[in-house]
């Protein structure tokens, strides 16, 4: 079966979800709820849920749908197959470019085709899922844009110090609330990536696992826009966080985890002083581990 851009990032989104949430065996794949988790229509959710039943992945029942046919753990080898895909390789070439600031900032598909050597329909899809994740735009008769990611120390420390304003804030906000059953899927989420899921982590998992943690307490600030403003840090960091990633793992990553845990714990106990409290230090230790001059050149 072959799948079409938006369909492939469909997959990828499907395989990462069932990881993140650590779904069993026998799990009930429901195409309408995918669709809104994913925040995309039903129709290329069916053909990447068919997808995936190829693959053995799922099990098709006429009438009922489609469930997990193995238990989230034991999906790495199919991590492994979608991420060793032939557009993989272009993907991170064009991502060294961008932070290189070696890529135009308006191009054409055939000056990008002759500088990477590839044929168009491989760089058609890649440039499709580059747009889908926010960092380069098409406009009809001008050809590819790339739109502004943090590029730079500065704008990466800029980042932190906007954080630090909003999100230790929004904890002690009168508006926030979260509900017991999404503070426990954090507290899962996050358990199964310290205890080994890190191993068999792609660095696009790890990144969306990170941003859904901050972003699912900040959804619960009772404001809109503090909310929309990380999601939007978040889509202008991706780049430069998968460069880190690149890098290696490194047991600090651990220590972020940790410290996601900590925050939950005193959300659980209603601590909101202490998550607060909590949570700007676990912000200012990453901006002190992780900006660095050596990630931009």
């Keep these: 079966m072959t799948l079409t851009p ?88 064009i991502v060294d470019m ?22 168009r329909a491989v760089l058609r899809n890649v440039l499709t899922r580059i747009q889908q994740e926010g960092w380069l735009e098409f406009r009809t008769g001008q050809g590819w844009r790339t739109t502004p990611i943090i590029d730079s120390v500065a704008a990466y420390e800029e980042s932190f110090t906007y954080r630090l304003l909003i999100e230790p804030a929004s904890l002690l906000s009168p508006q926030f609330h979260i509900e017991p059953q999404i503070l426990n899927a954090c507290r899962k989420q996050q358990e199964a990536i310290l205890n080994g899921g890190y191993r068999t982590m792609t660095p696009h998992e790890m990144f969306d696992a990170n941003t859904h943690f901050h972003e699912t307490l900040l959804a619960c600030s009772g404001n809109r826009f503090a909310h929309a403003s990380l999601q939007r840090i978040n889509q202008l960091r991706r780049l430069v966080e998968y460069r880190q990633s690149s890098l290696g793992f490194h047991p600090k990553r651990l220590e972020q985890i940790t410290e996601h845990l900590t925050i939950i714990d005193a959300l659980q106990r209603g601590e909101m002083a202490t998550a607060a409290d909590r949570m700007r230090k676990h912000l200012e230790k990453a901006r002190h581990d992780k900006v660095s001059i050596d990630l931009f050149r």
């Design 98 to 119: 961008r932070l290189a600031r070696l890529l135009p900032a308006q191009f054409s598909e055939v000056e990008l085709m002759r500088e990477c050597q590839v044929s």
């Design 6 to 93: 938006l369909q492939t990032r469909i997959v990828r989104q499907i395989v990462a979800y069932i990881r993140r949430e650590q779904l069993p065996r026998g799990a009930h794949l429901i195409e309408s709820s995918l669709a809104q988790v994913l925040n995309a229509s039903r129709t290329p959710v069916k053909a990447a849920l068919r997808y995936l039943t190829e693959k053995g992945m799922l099990n098709y029942h006429r009438n009922r749908g489609f469930y997990l046919e193995r238990h989230a753990d034991e999906l790495s080898q199919l991590v492994t197959e979608l991420a060793a895909s032939s557009e993989e390789p272009l993907y991170q070439k």
